[in-house]
């Protein structure tokens, strides 16, 4: 390479990583993101369709369907309907939903695990039913309802990970507290919409089994057995496999207004601030420790703990939300796109792959409606260019097995179109789009509105 170029590539590394999101995004800019958002989301519909339609997935790199349990239970569709219904794609919102309602039966002899079956297609139809107020969206959301019901069987009311659809027969007693504690906001809602209370109760009851068993300090551990309530990994963190525990917590509070959970929240966030911040490393970052003691086992954070920020937002603590995200930043421009996990002391890459996840760009975006910050919005724009770039392919979008070597897998998740798209087309589209506020998203970023007394 001759001097001019070097000079380019050096100049166009250093712009990316540490001054691409100090460009406010422009309002015209914005709705131009916004758009381009659309069209990309379009993109990835359109090889769904071309390849895989009826199916639950499409692996986009074979062009080939997939479904998880051998037949199709609509993931992508479900998944993908409300985001749809936001970026005013009527034609192809009326073609999901008619492939929901002429195909989707849950009554399979399937086994599935109730988790995320819960937070895609409960989730999913709550919100179509919500946005589209066609009651047999409601219908299929109880039917499942029901179906999932038999996972809280156990002594404890914690749920069972695995349960056959078709038969009520459950699997699986070691969980974890993700899975255990992120059903509320969709069987409350599935409660509240049907008035059938026992969704709430199921599911509250679990949650509140899964607290008793927090430690001395106030902290959660990795695994547990939901039979005899023993920890089987004391590991406490915010990352996957206990993340949306904690964010239920604050968004029940700030959906049905149980105080209960907003106290649980409370408990757990002071703990969480005291033994699993870490701020050693320079900039704030989560890591591990031990649950019992507080003490500091290790220093890893990853695609999934980006979450993390967001919900700092909702509870109020913007100040320590905006300094995660920065750090969050960090890990994605490191190698032009986000890893599955670094060891923040270190930066380097503990886990290398890219699965199209939403986290940091839902914090950017709830930093933004927040703080009206333009730096989230530069942020999102950074995001979308550099999945863009790294994650096209002819037919979708792409899972990358490396950040550092960039290849590609064949996979495009369904949360691609229900959070990943839907957060970047929220945080460039006009304010008005969806009324933030007053409206809680699901984990799967499925939006309800309390519309219950
Ligand atoms: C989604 O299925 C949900 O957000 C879940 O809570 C964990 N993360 C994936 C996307 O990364």
Known sequence: MNGPIIRAVIFHFIFTATFAAAFPVRSQESQALADSVKTEFLHAWNAYKQYAW??????????????????????????????MVLMGLKDEAAEAKRLILDSLTFDRNVEVQSFEITIRLLGGLLSAYQLDGDRRFLDLAEDLGDRLLPVFSSSTGMPYRYVNLQTGKIRDSINNPAEIGTSLLEFGTLAKLTGKEIYYEKAKKALTALYARRSPVGLMGTWINVETGEWTNTTAHVGGAIDSYYEYLIKAWLLFGDRECLEM?????????????????????YGQSEMETGKRTGTRFGALEAFFPAVLCLAGDTARAARLEESCYRMWTHHGIEPEEIDYATMEVKSPAYYLRPEIIESAYYLYRTTGDERYRSMGRTFFRDIRK???????????????????????????????LKYLYLLFAPEGTIDFRNTVFMTEAHPVRRTWN
């Open 265 to 285: 929240w409370q408990t757990h966030i002071a703990a969480i601030n005291t033994h699993l911040a870490d701020t050693s490393s320079g900039g704030l970052w």
């Open 54 to 83: 009826g199916h639950d997935a499409l692996k986009p790199l074979s062009k080939t369907p997939h479904d998880w349990y051998g037949v199709s239970l609509c993931m992508t569709p479900v998944d993908a309907f409300d985001t």
């Open 390 to 420: 790294y994650c096209r392919t002819d037919a979708g979008y792409a899972h990358l097995k490396s950040v550092i070597t960039k290849e590609k897998a064949d996979a495009m998740e369904s949360f691609f179109f229900a959070e990943t």
